[in-house]
């Protein structure tokens, strides 16, 4: 299993705390000393330290050589395509590689899926609908909207949370859809709603949450700053798969965005300021909590009804979306 982060570590600390756990059971549970638990109880956020650059590994050289053996076994027979024993032996003998047959078997099992995929030549796959528990999932979603703003047509970003059993979503508009805005999104509708999803919140593969998607599997690498985020709501992240096929896990934000954009932003708002528009988006979600969808024979407000209980307590501290930067003193040169 790989060594989490020092911020993953300080997110379970904090998750298994408000679970109830002592501090002396979570230092035997994380074998942690006493101040790592005290520092990841006071804050979010452990001491900066500097990483080391990754380090190359023997395999590099090899990877392209890899590749072009699964490409080739794109059209040979079934029967008489390349085994990873027989690519770690081909390197080893073809070419005098010294890696690895772990090594050589964990590249492979990432990058055959990529390279089928690639050709048009993966599974087949089909879609089974989904069904969801009241108070326990949610999915965000980011769409570009048009907005007269001031007088002149501008492109800004409207930002959705869609809570899944009910349909009860919170919109708001940014000039952006940085990671600021999108921490601010999640904020004011958490708190619009009154607590957070028991479950996960699934997402698309935003660069506000996520620095690496890893392979095609459901693993990535997080910012930081958003595994400090959602430790802080205890919000449990879901990503979708890459491409037109995640967009089907979420379909319910995705649906709901192109609701929104179709009945609201048609024909585009005129607005002097992002807050005169954002209180009309308000009153659009409100007004929006009477309708039924498809057919359902309630409201989204009366399946909200259910479901708002349900969901988990909002933390009482705040969480600081802005970022904070140090600007150099001193006197400039000048050549």
């Given at each position: 299993?790989?060594?989490?982060?020092?911020?993953?570590?300080?997110?379970?600390?904090?998750?298994?705390?408000?679970?109830?756990?002592?501090?002396?059971?979570?230092?035997?549970?994380?074998?942690?000393?006493?101040?790592?638990?005290?520092?990841?109880?006071?804050?979010?956020?452990?001491?900066?330290?500097?990483?080391?650059?990754?380090?190359p590994?023997?395999?590099?050289?090899?990877?392209?050589?890899?590749?072009?053996?699964?490409?080739?076994?794109?059209?040979?027979?079934?029967?008489?395509?390349?085994?990873?024993?027989?690519?770690?032996?081909?390197?080893?003998?073809?070419?005098?590689?010294?890696?690895?047959?772990?090594?050589?078997?964990?590249?492979?099992?990432?990058?055959?899926?990529?390279?089928?995929?690639?050709?048009?030549?993966?599974?087949?796959?089909?879609?089974?609908?989904?069904?969801?528990?009241?108070?326990?999932?949610?999915?965000?979603?980011?769409?570009?909207?048009?907005?007269?703003?001031?007088g002149?047509?501008?492109?800004?970003?409207?930002?959705?949370?869609?809570?899944?059993?009910?349909?009860?979503?919170?919109?708001?508009?940014?000039?952006?859809?940085?990671?600021?805005?999108?921490?601010?999104?999640?904020?004011?509708?958490?708190?619009?709603?009154?607590?957070?999803?028991?479950?996960?919140?699934?997402?698309?593969?935003?660069?506000?949450?996520?620095?690496?998607?890893?392979?095609?599997?459901?693993?990535?690498?997080?910012?930081?700053?958003?595994?400090a985020?959602?430790?802080?709501?205890?919000?449990?992240?879901?990503?979708?798969?890459p491409?037109?096929e995640?967009?089907?896990?979420?379909?319910?934000?995705?649906?709901?965005?192109?609701?929104?954009?179709?009945?609201?932003?048609?024909?585009?708002?005129?607005?002097?300021?992002?807050?005169?528009?954002?209180?009309?988006?308000?009153?659009?979600?409100?007004?929006?909590?009477?309708?039924?969808?498809?057919?359902?024979?309630?409201?989204?407000?009366?399946?909200?009804?259910?479901e708002?209980p349900?969901?988990?307590?909002?933390?009482?501290?705040?969480?600081?979306?802005?970022?904070?930067?140090?600007?150099?003193?001193?006197?400039?040169?000048?050549?």
């Open positions: 299993m790989p060594q989490m982060s020092k911020v993953e570590l300080y997110a379970a600390i904090r998750r298994d705390h408000r679970a109830g756990m002592k501090m002396r059971e979570l230092e035997r549970k994380h074998n942690v000393s006493w101040r790592t638990v005290k520092k990841a109880v006071d804050s979010v956020w452990p001491e900066p330290r500097k990483k080391p650059p990754p380090r590994t023997a395999l590099d050289p090899y990877k392209p050589v890899i590749d072009e053996m699964l490409r080739t076994d794109l059209d040979a027979p079934r029967k008489q395509r390349h085994t990873i024993t027989r690519i770690f032996h081909r390197l080893v003998e073809e070419h005098g590689a010294d890696v690895s047959y772990p090594m050589v078997r964990r590249y492979v099992s990432d990058r055959k899926p990529e390279i089928l995929a690639a050709s048009g030549k993966g599974p087949v796959e089909a879609f089974v609908p989904q069904t969801h528990l009241p108070g326990h999932e949610a999915e965000v979603d980011f769409g570009d909207v048009t907005v007269r703003l001031a002149e047509l501008v492109t800004c970003y409207l930002f959705s949370l869609r809570l899944s059993y009910s349909g009860k979503a919170v919109h708001r508009v940014f000039a952006s859809c940085g990671q600021e805005a999108f921490f601010e999104g999640h904020v004011h509708a958490l708190r619009t709603l009154g607590g957070v999803p028991r479950s996960k919140i699934r997402y698309d593969n935003l660069k506000s949450a996520v620095a690496q998607v890893l392979g095609l599997s459901r693993a990535r690498v997080e910012t930081d700053r958003w595994i985020f959602r430790s802080h709501f205890t919000i449990e992240s879901f990503y979708c798969r491409g037109i995640g967009a089907h896990e979420k379909g319910g934000v995705e649906g709901m965005t192109g609701y929104f954009r179709r009945n609201h932003f048609t024909p585009v708002p005129e607005v002097d300021s992002l807050a005169e528009l954002n209180e009309m988006v308000d009153q659009w979600d409100l007004h929006d909590g009477h309708r039924r969808i498809g057919s359902r024979p309630r409201t989204v407000d009366e399946y909200f009804a259910v708002q349900l969901l988990m307590p909002l933390p009482q501290e705040p969480f600081e979306t802005g970022r904070l930067f140090t600007p150099p003193t001193g006197r400039s040169r000048t050549r």
